[in-house]
Each structure stands twice: as C-alpha cells, then as structure tokens.
C-alpha cells in the first residue's frame, strides 16, 4: 500500500523502462489491495496471538491432510478466479462481461488507495466471520508453526468467495484502468504545454544532472562497495 503511490507516479516518468516496470508493480499491488485477505489479518486472541501477522491472512488457516503445502484460506481466495495460467484469458473475459463497468457506481470507480484499502478490509471481516461459523476447529498444525486446522469450508463458502473475488477483479480492472488514464493524460498535458519543439533541449539537461550525479558518486563508489537488496 506505501509503495503505490509513488509506483503510480512512476508511470508516466521520462524513463519508458522505469515506467513498464512501475506499471508492473502497480498492476500487482493495486490487484492484491482487492484481495480480502491481502488486507487483513485474524487477530481473534485465541487461535492466533502473535503479532503483527496473526493467521498470516489466512495462510495459517489451514485444512484437509496436515502437509507443509497444505490447503489453506488465503490460496482459497487467491485461487478464487483461476488457479491455473490456461484459463486466465476466457476468466478475465467472462468477469469482464458479468461485471461491466456500469455496474459499478461513479463514487466506487473514483475512490482513493486508502479508501480501497478499508473497503477491502471490511470484506475481509466477514470473510473471516462466515469461515469460523462455517467450520470447525481441530486443533493446532503438526507441520506448519502457528498453524490451525480446521474442517473444510462448505460448497457454499467457496461459492461466495468466488463471486466476491469475481467482482473485486473487475473493479480492481476498472480502478487500474482509471489511474494509468489519469497518469498519462497528465503527462500528456505537460508535454503539450512545453512545445514540441523543446523536447531536445530538456533531454540534454536530462544527462547533464546524470552525468554530474556520476561524477560526484565516482569517488565514493571507489572507496566503497554498496550492495543493495531489492525487496518485492
């Protein structure tokens, strides 16, 4: 959620690379702020007590045989569209098309990132809700710490998170397909506004500040080895 904004910003930056990798953040980060369990966490004071990730959400809710890659509630709602690369395409156009766009609101296709965020939350309570009332506790996991098993959620549970998830997907689309639109008409407009003509000019103050921050760097670089770690 931190990392969105600027990512977004990025789209529309000077540098095409830097801009298509920006994108590829922002199209996976703004699709997991849809996702109920990408934004929040089972902090119920029983079977999950340790902050800050609690149930991790929902990877520690688990059911089925005991294994190390056992069944678990956050792969039941990142599965919830496809679990499989084949059938991502026909997905996408059947969601598309039992969601268009006017079936949302103007005020649900314009709300902000934080916004987003609590909304998914709210979603994700009675996720939560519906699983406990659902199932019934086992007992703790042999085979992943801090794990609790539980009975499997019924035909029912998994049908509404599907459809929950169907409909997230498709707003997430709409929303995504808004802020890149936003991104670009403004940069659009700042180029309009400058003149054509005076495009070279601005790539050659461009390398200049490179070059300068280089040389500057040059020295300090020499007398030490950095290493930097990206995380994702």
């Given at each position: 959620m931190r990392q969105l904004p600027g990512q977004i910003e990025l789209i529309a930056g000077a540098d095409p690379l830097a801009a298509a990798d920006a994108l590829c953040y922002v199209i996976h980060l703004l699709g997991d702020l849809h996702q109920p369990l990408h934004c929040a966490a089972l902090a119920d004071g029983e079977y999950f007590t340790t902050p800050?990730?609690?149930?991790?959400?929902?990877?520690?809710?688990?059911?089925?045989?005991?294994?190390?890659?056992?069944?678990?509630?956050?792969?039941?709602?990142?599965?919830?569209?496809?679990?499989?690369?084949?059938?991502?395409?026909?997905?996408?156009?059947?969601?598309?098309?039992?969601?268009?766009?006017?079936?949302?609101?103007?005020?649900?296709?314009?709300?902000?990132?934080?916004?987003?965020?609590?909304?998914?939350?709210?979603?994700?309570?009675?996720?939560?809700?519906?699983?406990?009332?659902?199932?019934?506790?086992?007992?703790?996991?042999?085979?992943?710490?801090?794990?609790?098993?539980?009975?499997?959620?019924?035909?029912?549970?998994?049908?509404?998170?599907?459809?929950?998830?169907?409909?997230?997907?498709?707003?997430?689309?709409?929303?995504?397909?808004?802020?890149?639109?936003?991104?670009?008409a403004g940069s659009v407009s700042s180029l309009r506004s400058t003149g054509t003509g005076r495009k070279k000019p601005a790539k050659k103050a461009a390398k200049k500040v490179v070059k300068k921050v280089a040389k500057k760097a040059a020295p300090a670089a020499s007398k030490k080895k950095a290493k930097a770690a990206r995380r994702r």
């Open positions: 800050p990730e609690y149930d991790q959400g929902g990877n520690l809710i688990r059911w089925g045989k005991d294994v190390a890659r056992g069944s678990n509630l956050h792969a039941l709602w990142d599965d919830s569209i496809s679990s499989s690369t084949g059938d991502v395409e026909a997905r996408v156009q059947a969601t598309l098309g039992d969601y268009p766009q006017s079936h949302f609101s103007a005020a649900q296709l314009a709300l902000g990132l934080e916004d987003i965020a609590y909304e998914t939350f709210d979603i994700a309570k009675t996720a939560y809700d519906d699983f406990l009332s659902d199932t019934t506790y086992q007992g703790p996991s042999q085979t992943a710490q801090g794990g609790q098993q539980f009975s499997s959620p019924s035909p029912k549970y998994r049908s509404n998170a599907r459809t929950i998830c169907r409909e997230r997907a498709a707003l997430a689309a709409y929303r995504l397909a808004r802020i890149i639109k936003e991104q670009l």
